[in-house]
């Protein structure tokens, strides 16, 4: 599965952005969707992800109230809306897929390219 994050920009600081990821080769199906982000000399963060099976969404501490993730199956492509954006949630944003929704990105198996996000002050 190939895996097309897309939407990153530049914004101010309180804008908001929408992230798309977009899965060809094969459906997301049964595997889970997490987004993740990685800021230059930090280590990958878990942002959100969601559990089809579970019917379940979960959020990294720092985005809580902030962000939300949604999926459309039919379209085969899960969202994270970002909104009042802060300099700090500067990072190249990741979408993966596995088996089970979890914050540990080495239990992913596919990899979407980045996509950067810039907030600015």
């Known amino acids: 599965v190939q895996l097309q994050a897309s939407g990153g920009g530049l914004v101010q600081a309180g804008g908001s952005l929408r992230l798309s990821c977009a899965a060809s080769g094969r459906t997301f199906g049964s595997y889970d969707v997490g987004w993740f982000r990685q800021a230059p000399g930090k280590e990958r963060e878990f942002v959100a992800g969601i559990s089809w099976s579970l019917g379940s969404i979960y959020y990294g501490d720092s985005v809580k109230g902030r962000f939300s993730i949604s999926g459309d199956n039919a379209k085969n492509t899960v969202y994270l809306q970002m909104n009042s954006l802060k300099p700090e949630d500067t990072a190249v944003y990741y979408c993966?897929?596995?088996?089970?929704?979890?914050?540990?990105?080495?239990?992913?198996?596919?990899w979407g390219q980045g996509t950067l996000v810039t907030v600015s002050s």
């Open positions: 993966a897929t596995g088996p089970i929704v979890t914050t540990t990105a080495s239990r992913y198996t596919y």
